[in-house]
Nanobody, 120 residues
Framework: QVQLMESGGGLVQPGGSLRLSCAAS????????MGWYRQAQGKERELVAH???????TYADSVKGRFTISRDNALNTAYLQMNSLKPEDTAVYYC??????????????WGQGTQVTVSS
């Protein structure tokens, strides 16, 4: 079993910055990909950013140039640096990881979510 623990959410003014962290723990042989998703109130969950095992990154158009995803493989941790935040970035942010736990066992895991609120 794998657990994902997110941290770093909070309240920030428009134009401000936050850094989210997602630490994976448990039975982990390797993590293929890690991503950040968000769900605003009344809306569907959407992909914000993803980073694969080769450190290739993908971003939603709405966050390109403002958000940066990175990962530390030694710590099984992914980060999301969010700059120039806008009120429309307000949402619950969820971490996702596709994990190889060895012995042919793969799983897709989610964190519990962390609230990001951008407001003056």
């Amino acid at each position: 079993q794998v657990q994902l623990m997110e941290s770093g959410g909070g309240l920030v003014q428009p134009g401000g910055s936050l850094r989210l962290s997602c630490a994976a723990s448990g039975i982990i042989f390797s993590i293929v990909g890690m991503g950040w998703y968000r769900q605003a109130q009344g809306k569907e969950r959407e992909l914000v950013a993803h980073i694969n095992g080769g450190a290739v990154t993908t971003y939603a158009d709405s966050v390109k140039g403002r958000f940066t995803i990175s990962r530390d493989n030694a710590l099984n941790t992914a980060y999301l640096q969010m700059n120039s935040l806008k009120p429309e970035d307000t949402a619950v942010y969820y971490c996702n990881a596709n994990v190889n736990s060895g012995m042919g066992t793969w799983g897709d895991y989610w964190g519990q979510g962390t609230q990001v609120t951008v407001s003056s």
